[in-house]
């Protein structure tokens, strides 16, 4: 990794790596790009920093991790892409009628909502959290639909780029 100091580099080389899936099997290989980029002394050693805090291998990890965020955050409010993720709901159990109301939402919203596990806290509260997917911004309205109701102590959507493989096609419709 070239020093804060050094010139910035515009070569870029590509090599075929091939990484193992979750399954521990090493699927199709893939062009990884290499590149260059300059940061200020100061950057560099916090990035530094948090590489030793958070037990990433390298830089080239941190930034890779940091800049997926970064993508998948600009897809989210930018792209109409199907994404997966969770809305996690933290609320109190004594405001009537809210979880009638959330399970109805779900029912809705049944397209996008894969399922839900529903947490009992202490002190008359709830957590839970609803896996769902579908198009960025109907997930969005899902969430605040969810998360403004009056009893939700807070609550968050989290997205990722990837896609829930369907288990079992759908029959194909009758010809009668």
Known sequence: MQSARGKSSATRTSSKVAEKDMLGTAPESRFVSRISISLPERLLTELDSM????????????????L???????????????????????????????????????????????????IHLAN??????????????????????????RGVISGKMQLIAALIPQLHPFPAASKA
């Open 124 to 149: 008359n509260e709830t957590m839970e959290v609803i896996l769902v997917q579908g198009p960025a911004q109907k997930l969005q309205d899902i969430a605040d639909e969810m998360i403004t109701r």
């Open 51 to 66: 590489v030793g805090d958070r037990g990433f291998q390298s830089r080239s990890q941190a930034i890779n991790d940091m």
């Open 68 to 118: 997926h965020k970064s993508l998948i955050e600009h897809r989210r409010e930018h792209g109409e892409g199907v994404m997966v993720g969770t809305i996690t709901l933290y609320y109190k159990n004594a405001t009537p009628g809210l979880q009638k109301k959330l399970a109805d939402l779900q029912a809705v919203h049944i397209d996008e909502v894969i399922s839900s596990l529903h």
